[in-house]
């Protein structure tokens, strides 16, 4: 059982629904009752974003944010939204989802593997960002080792967006996933913030995130239902940081991002 924590957080990477196309509203339930054991007062859900594979059609994409919407609205108090969109439909399709998810009250927007960061296809998706005032959550991760740059984006490419649109707010997911290397590449982008999922945690990554980016541009996010929630928890937790800096990390940084995308949070 996990204790009960004096923390206050915000899960800014959440996937309460995975590969469902219905939801089991008795599992979500149990979902948020584990989630408030540990502090987390609001989730923000990104999506069954993996359901119809790496180019999802517009019909599929608005049946993932449909999904995402009845989530929320189910649960107002506890779930925040942002849309999920394929850069690859192009301008008018990727334009007319984001402002029917600005409608829907969402305040934010997800991307995952339709496209690489780097690639033009991302110009309408970050305009509309910027217009919205919405932050924009990039799927990243080390590649190094994969040949699939086309669709997968690495630290790099997530710092070469940063770069091209310097008035968005852009989130960069996994900070497990892009290492040390991750942090370095969007150092000097002050637009550009780290979330601190992925995979089990290592020793000290918190810490060298927070020294190096400064507190305010690392948030935590957990990556749930993929990922566990006491490992998520507990790696900022047993951070060396100040008290201060853990409350920036778990709390008042997704607040701020949350609040200037239109969020009441």
């Known amino acids: 059982m996990p204790p009960t924590q004096s923390h206050r957080i915000i899960?800014?990477?959440?996937?309460?629904?995975?590969?469902?196309?219905e939801v089991d509203h008795a599992d979500v339930r149990r979902l948020i009752r584990y989630g408030r054991k540990f502090?987390?007062?609001?989730m923000?859900?990104?999506?069954?974003?993996?359901?119809?594979?790496?180019?999802?059609?517009?019909?599929?994409?608005?049946?993932?944010?449909?999904?995402?919407?009845?989530?929320?609205?189910a649960y107002p108090d506890y779930f925040l939204g942002f849309c999920y969109v394929n850069p690859k439909l192009g301008d008018r399709l990727v334009r007319k989802e984001i402002a029917r998810c600005v409608r829907l009250g969402f305040?934010?927007?997800?991307?995952?593997?339709?496209?690489?960061?780097?690639?033009?296809?991302?110009?309408p998706v970050m305009e509309e960002a910027a217009r919205y005032g919405l932050p924009v959550l990039q799927h990243t991760a080390d590649q190094t080792n994969i040949r699939e740059r086309a669709f997968?984006?690495?630290?790099?490419?997530?710092?070469?967006?940063g770069g091209r649109y310097p008035e968005v707010q852009i989130i960069m997911a996994h900070l497990?996933?892009?290492?040390?290397?991750?942090?370095?590449?969007?150092?000097?982008?002050?637009?550009?913030?780290?979330?601190?999922?992925?995979?089990?945690?290592?020793?000290?990554?918190?810490?060298?995130?927070v020294a190096r980016l400064g507190a305010e541009r690392v948030v935590y996010g957990s990556d749930l239902v993929i990922r566990d929630l006491g490992?998520?928890?507990?790696?900022?937790?047993?951070?060396?940081?100040?008290?201060?800096?853990?409350r920036a990390v778990l709390f008042d940084n997704a607040r701020r991002i949350l609040r200037n995308g239109g969020a009441d949070v």
């Open 11 to 21: 899960d800014i990477h959440t996937h309460p629904a995975f590969f469902q196309e």
């Open 39 to 42: 502090g987390i007062e609001r």
């Open 44 to 73: 923000v859900i990104l999506g069954d974003v993996l359901r119809y594979g790496r180019l999802p059609s517009a019909s599929q994409i608005r049946s993932i944010n449909d999904q995402t919407a009845a989530l929320v609205e």
């Open 107 to 123: 305040c934010g927007i997800k991307l995952e593997i339709s496209c690489n960061a780097a690639d033009r296809a991302m110009a």
């Open 152 to 161: 997968h984006s690495d630290p790099a490419d997530t710092a070469t967006l």
């Open 176 to 209: 497990t996933s892009v290492g040390l290397r991750g942090v370095r590449e969007i150092e000097e982008y002050r637009n550009v913030v780290v979330d601190t999922s992925a995979f089990q945690p290592v020793a000290g990554l918190v810490a060298y995130a």
């Open 231 to 246: 490992s998520s928890v507990g790696r900022v937790l047993a951070a060396d940081i100040s008290r201060s800096e853990r």
